[in-house]
């Protein structure tokens, strides 16, 4: 079965490592789609690496993904997204997306993310245990 990884440009850039890892295993059914709109969304839309001219599908490449290519569209992403699904991999697709308007995060602050865990508990105890 295929198995389809959706990331980040952020994410990808905090972990070049698993491109590597990827570049060494060479899963034959994965295909890696790498959703880069050349910004930390996480952090407040600093512009990222690849706003700065980092190439991720070259360092795919560089890593020993031969199937690595950079998308500007949506027809292009089918039409690569058809092909991979259809091919032995690993497949790794930088689809070069818009900036969308900023949307808060869920608070991280240690209280809060420790109320979120404990109320998980109380709202699922079947599952606890």
Known sequence: E???SLDGDGSILMNLGT???IGREAPANL???VWDNEQWAQTGHQKSHTAFGTDLEMVAKSNGIEKSFTVADEEE???ILLQALNE???WF???????EPYLPVAPVEPEHTLHRFRQ???DTPDRVG
């Open 31 to 33: 295909i890696v789609i």
């Open 19 to 21: 491109i590597a890892t």
């Open 88 to 90: 032995d991999g690993p």
């Open 120 to 122: 998980t508990f109380v």
């Open 93 to 99: 697709i930088v689809a070069k997306i818009e900036d």
């Open 77 to 79: 992403l089918d039409s």
């Open 2 to 4: 295929k198995v389809i």
